[in-house]
């Protein structure tokens, strides 16, 4: 299951931030106004945190360059 939120560029960081602690995503795309993506973050359930704080400084130096983009999650299936 996959969901798409356009955002402004500096407000991607907070959302993501926002998503993850939901819980329960398996991935998190980068997409600029074009629909190419720019980042590919698999996220694997019990190391988020670990593998995330790396990716957080690469997703707020993209946010940084874009006027707008789109976030795309891929949510594990609830069934």
Do not use: C, Y
């Not at 976030?71 to 069934?79: P, Q």
């Amino acid at each position: 299951m996959t969901e798409e939120f356009r955002v402004n560029g500096d407000e991607i960081l907070a959302k993501i931030k926002e998503l993850v602690k939901e819980g329960n995503i398996r991935r998190v795309i980068i997409k600029n106004e074009e629909g190419k993506a720019l980042i590919d973050i698999p996220l694997t359930v019990g190391v988020v945190g670990t593998i995330l704080a790396p990716q957080l400084a690469a997703i707020g130096a993209i946010a940084s360059l874009l006027t707008r983009g789109t976030i795309v999650i891929e949510k594990e299936d609830e069934n």
